[in-house]
């Protein structure tokens, strides 16, 4: 009840702060879907913290509930643990309305470094929470999403991989757009414990320009390779940075001329039928995968990379 009735007065503080906007709504002419990964939350060093991870889901759920935008969040199983109760409660917020669980796996593991039947193990055990939460509202669980995006590294694994989903009902999770957020998370944590506001500020306004960026780029890709306009799919983790501008990264699609759709009406598209034939030891976004596929040159170089003070960030935090 407390939760819903923070919901409530939110969504009504968030109304009144739209209607003093003055600049009107593009028309939506694309759709994406809106996937975070990591739930319940992206653990920081050894102890997840508890307080960070309620505030984190509240802010992110309330502004996509008020907005009503749907959103799929991909859950690790250890993280639920790792925040004993608090984890499952936090979960159930995302099995009602427009929002669905999905499959992250039991640990945040590289497929890269596993037989298949670890794989099949970590798939299995990722289920303990989700599969009866879901049960109990009359749900399932369709969609599996692979840490780091590892869908196999060889051609074997690739395909032994989808015979494993397929046997567990699961389709793959795509994604088409990614904004390296947990670079600016990094950089934004460390400035967040030196309680440095001013860099916290000006991470959030440089995570911000270049998701925007990052955006624009993924959306020409994508029509150059494939050849028309397809289904977005946006790629978040739940994070500190993200919980901090949710709201303004939805406005981003707003005002790019996107509508929101559930990550099942995307993946309806013909486009994705079927996992991308390619190996990969890597985890690049499905229109680098689609171009390998359909023989379509296309020169990465283009694509812009987290500014430099970012990268330099992170080293930071990592010493």
């Known amino acids: 009840m407390l939760f819903a009735s923070l919901l409530l007065a939110d969504c009504l503080t968030l109304g009144a702060d739209a209607s ?19 739930l319940p939350y992206v653990n920081e060093g050894a102890k997840t913290p508890v307080q960070a991870a ?17 959103a799929t969040g991909f859950v ?11 984890g499952s409660r936090l979960l159930a917020e995302w099995n009602k309305g427009l929002l669905a ?50 869908v196999g590294d060889t051609e074997a694994r690739r395909a032994a991989i989808g015979q494993v989903l397929a046997a567990h009902g699961y389709t793959l999770a795509a994604s088409t757009i990614d904004t390296s957020d ?55 983790h739940v994070n500190r940075l993200n919980a901090a501008t949710i709201k303004p990264l939805l406005e981003l699609f707003r005002s790019a001329g ?21 190996a990969t030891k890597y985890g690049p976004m499905w229109g680098y995968r689609w171009a390998r596929e359909r023989h379509v040159k296309i020169d990465g170089r283009l694509e812009q990379e987290p500014p430099a003070w970012i990268s330099a960030a992170v080293g930071d935090a990592a010493k």
């Open 20 to 38: 003093a906007q003055t600049t009107p709504p593009v028309a939506p002419r694309h759709v994406v879907a809106i996937t975070f990964d990591d």
């Open 101 to 150: 669980l999905g499959n992250h796996g039991y640990s945040h593991f590289d497929s890269n470094d596993l037989d298949v039947a670890g794989i099949e193990r970590e798939i299995v055990k990722g289920e303990a929470t989700i599969r009866p939460m879901a049960a109990t509202a009359e749900r399932g669980i369709s969609f599996f999403r692979f840490p780091y995006n590892h």
């Open 258 to 278: 996107y509508r929101f759709v559930s990550l099942a009406e995307a993946q309806a598209d013909p486009v994705y039928s079927a996992m991308p034939s390619v």
């Open 76 to 86: 690790n199983e250890d993280k639920v643990q790792a925040l004993g109760p608090v």
């Open 54 to 70: 309620v505030a984190a889901q509240h802010r992110i759920v309330q502004a996509l509930r008020c907005g009503h935008v749907p």
């Open 182 to 236: 947990y670079m600016f998370n990094t950089a934004y944590e460390h400035a967040f414990a030196a309680r440095q506001t001013a860099e916290m500020k000006r991470i959030t306004r440089a995570y911000l320009d270049y998701s925007r960026t990052q955006i624009a780029y993924y959306d020409q890709l994508d029509r150059k390779v494939v050849g028309r306009d397809v289904p977005a799919i946006m790629l978040l």
